[in-house]
């Protein structure tokens, strides 16, 4: 495992997937109560967060991206098993409201109003994950950039040459680990620009990805290795000259109808319209009397003034 170092990289954009962190936050965090007894462990482990990852890495720039959409209709219209599992069961009004635990569903809008008050950006895209705002700004952003997720998916869209990479936070913010291209080579056998097809292949339970019956992640990096990529690997299969053994060839053709558009539900979008001006990291809060009265009514003023302090720093 990588060590995380401080690196001081100037102009650097940080680009947070916010829910996945605010969803560690909450399960990693003990309970914590503000004074009108308000759940808020997971707006005070969020902002600990970025205060340790700003502390770090000293980003110019930084977007807490956000789902406006968290399970998009069109790519559920693609794979109706995509994230079909999170659903909340027996929901009629609303069929696709994701399963949030209540305690952390009253702390979302209060960590948006905290964000607002310091002055931290957070862009979302209707009809869009935040996976897919993180790789609209990533692509083409003109500067180093760090993603932090715990969402391997993301994987994709590492590449060395721009110096885009992933801070892996599956272990834990404070045990994360830097992912580039030998670190995705060393794991899985395949490059970085590979992944998605890596996944559409081997499938991913926690996404709904049932993913080509019987190809676990071996022979998904070895058909990977041979072809290159999914086009290849289809090429390859319906060439019966191909050097492709009748059990891979069989699975991969059989898998048609899933192969045809499962590729299109796992690629990140990069190429949403969305505004990319005001994307700096203030060095104090936008508003510090509503930082102040929001610590003061959700008892956050650790976390706040940990927060400013990183921000001047």
């Known amino acids: 495992m990588t060590s995380p170092q401080t690196d ?52 110019t720039d930084l977007v807490c991206c956000w789902d406006n959409d968290w399970r998009p209709q069109w790519r559920v219209d693609l794979l109706p098993t995509y994230k079909a599992h999170r659903v909340v069961a027996e929901v009629e009004v609303a069929p696709d409201v994701e399963e949030v635990p209540d305690p952390l569903q009253v702390q979302v809008p209060i960590i948006l109003e905290v964000l607002e008050a310091f002055g931290i950006r957070v862009i979302g895209a209707d009809g869009y994950e935040a996976d897919d705002v993180i790789g609209t700004l990533a692509t083409g952003a003109g500067q180093p950039v760090d993603i932090v997720t715990g969402d391997r998916d993301l994987f994709q869209l590492v590449d060395d040459a721009t110096d885009v990479r992933v801070l892996y936070i599956a272990r834990g913010v404070g045990n994360h680990e830097r992912v580039t291209n030998d670190w995705v080579r060393a794991k899985y056998g395949i490059d970085a620009r590979q992944y998605a097809d890596f996944a559409t292949l081997r499938g991913d339970a926690s996404d709904g990805l049932p993913g080509v019956p019987g190809v676990g992640e071996k022979t998904a990096a070895t058909l990977l290795g041979r072809f290159g990529d999914m086009d290849g690997i289809i090429a390859a299969a319906h060439d019966p000259e191909a050097e492709l053994g009748p059990g891979p060839r069989g699975k991969i053709k059989a898998a048609a109808d899933y192969l045809e558009v499962a590729p299109m539900v796992v690629a990140v979008a990069r190429d949403i319209d969305l505004d990319r001006n005001d994307l700096a990291l203030p060095s104090s809060p936008a508003d510090p009397a509503r930082v102040a009265a929001l610590a003061e009514r959700f008892g956050l003023e650790s976390p706040a003034q940990r927060l400013r302090a990183v921000l001047a720093g």
């Open 8 to 59: 001081s990289s100037p102009g650097r954009l940080m680009l947070l997937d916010t829910a996945s962190m605010y969803f560690r936050a909450f399960f990693g965090v003990p309970e914590i109560l503000a004074p009108d007894g308000t759940p808020v462990n997971a707006v005070r482990g969020l902002l600990d967060f970025i205060s340790r990852l700003v502390e770090q890495y000293r980003p």
